[in-house]
């Protein structure tokens, strides 16, 4: 008798979780626009609430993207161990970066590797560069003029890992129909905020 530990559902699910904050705050933010009257848009209680919200997003999308990447990470390792072993995996391809995996051991299991244009592995792309731009980052000083709307995480980032995780898994199993996905789609019923 045996018993399969793996922890790619679980990091997704803290995803899926903490993006559900984010939804929340996300309405929060737009009630408050709808309901404050613009004179009141200049003052700096409102601007301290927008602020200290878009903060909480970004801090909370920075959890997300990581348990994202992290996620995939997880479960690409599994799917190799699962199809071809875990010395092989250990061997062979544990030293490969994240989109090289995702490429190359589906074409050593199935045959067919994903389609190196598709969405699914540009979205893969600039997943993990954007987790290795957080996990790497490098402490600056920037003009306050200079900075810009991408120096931040936004709810946006959130929801397109989440929607990256989701995708990939979908395009894995176009190619090998016997896989188990899922883990990433049994909890999008409780969260009306994705289509």
């Given at each position: 008798?045996?018993?399969?530990?793996?922890?790619?559902?679980?990091?997704?699910?803290?995803?899926?979780?903490?993006?559900?904050?984010?939804?929340?705050?996300?309405?929060?933010?737009?009630?408050?626009?709808?309901?404050?009257?613009?004179?009141?848009?200049?003052?700096?209680?409102?601007?301290?609430?927008?602020?200290?919200?878009?903060?909480?997003?970004?801090?909370?999308?920075?959890?997300?993207?990581?348990?994202?990447?992290?996620?995939?990470?997880?479960?690409?390792?599994?799917?190799?161990?699962?199809?071809?072993?875990?010395?092989?995996?250990?061997?062979?391809?544990?030293?490969?970066?994240?989109?090289?995996?995702?490429?190359?051991?589906?074409?050593?299991?199935?045959?067919?590797?994903?389609d190196?244009?598709?969405?699914?592995?540009?979205?893969?792309?600039?997943?993990?560069?954007?987790?290795?731009?957080?996990?790497?980052?490098?402490?600056?000083?920037?003009?306050?003029?200079?900075?810009?709307?991408?120096?931040?995480?936004?709810?946006?980032?959130?929801?397109?890992?989440?929607?990256?995780?989701?995708?990939?898994?979908?395009?894995?199993?176009?190619?090998?129909?016997?896989?188990?996905?899922?883990?990433?789609?049994?909890?999008?019923?409780k969260?009306?905020?994705f289509?």
């Amino acid at each position: 008798m045996e018993a399969e530990f793996n922890y790619y559902e679980d990091f997704f699910h803290i995803a899926i979780d903490t993006y559900k904050e984010i939804a929340k705050l996300e309405k929060e933010l737009n009630k408050l626009q709808v309901n404050t009257s613009k004179s009141e848009k200049s003052s700096d209680d409102f601007v301290d609430n927008v602020a200290e919200r878009n903060d909480r997003i970004g801090r909370l999308a920075l959890i997300v993207v990581i348990f994202c990447a992290t996620s995939l990470e997880a479960y690409i390792n599994h799917y190799a161990i699962s199809n071809l072993s875990k010395s092989y995996l250990k061997t062979y391809l544990d030293k490969l970066d994240l989109l090289s995996k995702w490429v190359v051991i589906p074409r050593l299991t199935t045959g067919t590797q994903l389609d190196a244009g598709s969405s699914a592995l540009q979205d893969l792309s600039w997943l993990i560069t954007l987790r290795n731009k957080l996990v790497h980052y490098k402490s600056r000083k920037i003009e306050i003029d200079d900075i810009k709307e991408t120096d931040f995480l936004w709810g946006d980032d959130a929801k397109r890992a989440i929607e990256t995780v989701k995708n990939l898994a979908q395009e894995l199993k176009k190619i090998d129909d016997d896989i188990y996905i899922d883990w990433t789609t049994k909890k999008y019923e409780k969260y009306p905020f994705f289509d």
